[in-house]
């Protein structure tokens, strides 16, 4: 066999095997939690698992830990104007600079009854794809909390988005040359 | 735990450079002034407990994962529109 291809077999060998089956992953692919997460601080190996099964939903997956499998969401998703305002600690902590490529995700704690799915908006997931470091940051905002619902979130989103296209329609001569990057 | 006792308007440094400062005692309540460097993070600490939980309680299963994700897509698909 040729070296080369025996690396590329050695490299996708890794997984582990938790609640979502057997989720192979890539050395790379794994996000350094210096202090873990929240509940799980003895953990600091993460991979943000992307399953076509489930997408928008995906998964904070330990690969230390099987039972540690958090389903995440963009917040984007739900709540269309959300921000997150990241401290100067946490943006220390995450070694980010203007250029980084961040992803930011929150975790939904989904019960039986899959509609009553809540959303924690105030303690997003933010991961610093270039230098592999992984937080949940905690914003320093009363706006949000641990427990949105997310079919009340979604409500206020489209309410919100059918508002914004009223605006836009009246206000449409004036500001027609702004509006083209958007269509 | 160390334990000082502090009258209104009595402070504590910590690590020569965050200071504590007693504002107000009123009944069963205390207000607190945090002087710190920006990247010290301060939080309550009934928040932190609060997210604890949740990620323990998020802790989930692929299928609920499938029977949840039918709650994003409306969105989802409104706003590629």
Redesign the interface.
Known sequence: MNPTENSNVKAKERFIENKLGKVYYDENDVMIFPRGIPGFEILHRFIVYKSKETEPIKWLVSVEDKNCVLPLIEPFLVRIDYKADISEGDILDLNLTRKSNVEIYCVLVIPEEAERTTINLVAPIVVNLDEKIGKQVILTTDEYGVKHMVSDEIKRSEELIAKRAKQRSEGEPKSAGFDQKNK | MLVLTRKTNESIIINDNIIIKIFDIRDNSVKIGIEAP????I?RKE??D?????????????K?????????????G??KQ
């Open positions: 920006r990247a010290v993070r939080y928040v932190f609060a997210i604890q939980k949740e990620n323990i309680k998020a802790a989930a299963k692929i609920t994962g499938i029977k949840a994700k039918e709650i994003f897509g409306k969105i989802a409104k706003r």
